[in-house]
Every structure is written in C-alpha cells, then in structure tokens.
C-alpha cells in the first residue's frame, strides 16, 4: 500500500468540510514512493485491525466528510483510504478525529490537554466528559530486528499500552495504574458505591469497554 502525506491549508477557505475529493486533487501533484522492508512484523501500528468510517477535524476547523481510516498510533497520524493509496494526515494538521461506526464504545480524540508524561499535541481518546473527564493515551512502541527464537529471521515488533488520564476541577492527573485500587482513589466521591458497581456489573478496569462503563457511571450519579 503507497502511503502519501498530506498537508492543508491554513485557512478554512470558507469551505464548512473538505471533501475525498479535495483530498485526491492534493495527492494527485506529489510523487509517492513504494517501500518495502524484507523482514517479519509482529503486531501493528494502528489501532485497529481493519479501516473504519470515520471523520477528521482539521488544526483550521475544517471537518472532513465521512472517510474510511485508521489512527496510526506509532506515528502520531490519521491514515484514510482513497482508491488505492493509503493517506497520512499528521497531528500537527489535525485537532481531533472520531471514528463513528463503533457499536457500543465511542472513540473520540482530541488533543491540548497537559500533564506529567502528556504533551498538548498528543491525541487522547475521550472516555467519559463531565463532573470529571476520563482520558486514555494509547502509545505503540517499536522494536526493530528482534531475534526471534528458532527462527533465522528476525523480526520488527509493535507493542501496545495505555495510560489513564483524569481532568476534574481543571487540573488533570495522570492514574499510575490501571486498576480498581489506583482509580478508585484517584476519585472524590462515591467511592464505596462505585466499588459496589464494580462487583455487581463484574467490571475489570483493566478492559477499557468497562472503564468507559465505570467512569460514565460515575459521571451520571452527579445527574441524578
């Protein structure tokens, strides 16, 4: 698959959202060279085995029509399909992206928050927003030309982990682990009910799906 980085515009150019075909006219001037590493891959960059529909949000405000793409989390950018090239839009051009065909869990990202071991230009998926804002980094690290055992070959290795933000009163902590312990106090109320929660709806914080449930929970108990 060819891969081509696209730059925008700094300028909405009073256009409400940029089409796949705006996009195609950009790609259409540049030269895309093919790549080819002879070696094993375990694991993946993206965060997602297969493209999903979704949309972008362009740094000048500019949103994207529906596309079928994929969050490369090692490199920090938005990858989407057109024919048969792979396009790359980086953070710095992007302020946040969703994908929007997800059956239960939402996966909405956006960036500029700050805090230990999170920089304003990275991408946080957004778990829960409300009386506190739950925000989980995903980071995918690369290891090249691992020896692997019995094997002459060697081989490039993607591992992937997670850290758990949360934002309440606007200061935003990082949660130094993902697990009932560390989360339940990092939290300012409820905590014996959430801890009750957790038991009758046989939660394991270390899922994500079920740390999305927790915090939401959590967040509606304010509403009631």
Do not use: C, W
């Not at 996009?23 to 993946?44: C, K, N, Q």
């Not at 059956?103 to 409300?130: K, M, T």
């Amino acid at each position: 698959m060819l891969i081509a980085v696209v730059s925008f515009p700094g300028k909405a150019d009073a256009q409400s959202e940029i089409t796949i075909e705006s996009l195609r006219d950009i790609v259409d001037r540049r030269t895309m060279i093919r790549t080819i590493r002879e070696v094993e891959t375990a694991g993946s960059p993206y965060l997602f085995e297969d493209f999903k529909a979704g949309h972008v949000t362009l740094s000048n405000g500019v949103r994207s029509e529906t596309l079928l793409m994929n969050y490369n989390v090692h490199e920090e950018g938005v990858e989407f399909i057109q024919g048969d090239f792979a396009l790359s839009i980086m953070s710095d051009r992007l302020a946040g992206f969703e994908f929007t065909d997800m059956e239960s869990s939402r996966y909405l990202f956006r960036n500029g928050y700050e805090a230990s071991r999170l920089s304003p230009d990275e991408f946080v998926r957004i778990l829960a927003e409300g009386k506190i804002t739950a925000l989980l980094k995903y980071n995918i690290s690369l290891q090249q030309d691992v020896p692997t055992y019995g094997v002459a070959t060697q081989q490039d290795r993607y591992t992937q982990s997670q850290r758990l933000f949360i934002k309440k009163d606007g200061d935003i902590q990082r949660v130094r682990r993902m697990n009932e312990r560390s989360i339940l106090r990092s939290l300012d109320h409820f905590q014996d009910e959430m801890r009750d929660f957790l038991r009758q709806e046989q939660l394991d914080l270390a899922n994500i799906e079920h740390l999305e449930r927790f915090f939401r929970h959590y967040n509606a108990r304010f509403e009631e």
